[in-house]
């Protein structure tokens, strides 16, 4: 459905007169369209400053990124630290799952037993 400007304010005044629409849903919108504006002015600020420090090289065209480099750097993990990440991983998913309770007894053995006992408990515990 694709309305003009006109029918837009006449179907917006209607749904505000029937209260199908709240004044403060207009304004929600109004400043997440404002927000949306802001965010695609810095997005085109930064292409076109990407254009501006082009550089010439062996007659092509290379475009510096500017603070885009750091953004995309990728830390290599260690497989310790990655198996520590799962197994975190696993523990929290298992843990909100359960009850006040039942996590506060798995809290306590991991403080005790480790964190591949407290996620034997909880899988005993989830079931």
Do not use: F
């Not at 005044?13 to 369209?33: C, F, M, P, S």
């Not at 062996?58 to 990124?65: F, L, P, T, Y």
């Amino acid at each position: 459905m694709k309305l003009d400007p006109r029918q837009s304010h006449y179907v917006l005044q209607a749904l505000l007169a029937q209260r199908k629409v709240g004044a403060r849903h207009v304004q929600a919108i109004l400043e997440d369209w404002r927000k949306e504006i802001a965010a695609l002015r810095k997005r085109l600020a930064t292409l076109e400053d990407l254009g501006v420090r082009g550089v010439e090289k062996a007659g092509r065209r290379v475009a510096v990124k500017a603070g885009l480099a750091e953004a995309r750097v990728k830390r290599r993990l260690s497989p310790k630290v990655r198996a520590l990440r799962r197994q975190q991983g696993q523990y929290m998913g298992l843990v909100r799952r359960l009850k006040a309770g039942q996590k506060a007894r798995v809290r306590a053995v991991r403080e005790k037993k480790g964190l591949a006992a407290a996620i034997r408990l909880a899988l005993s515990l989830g079931r």
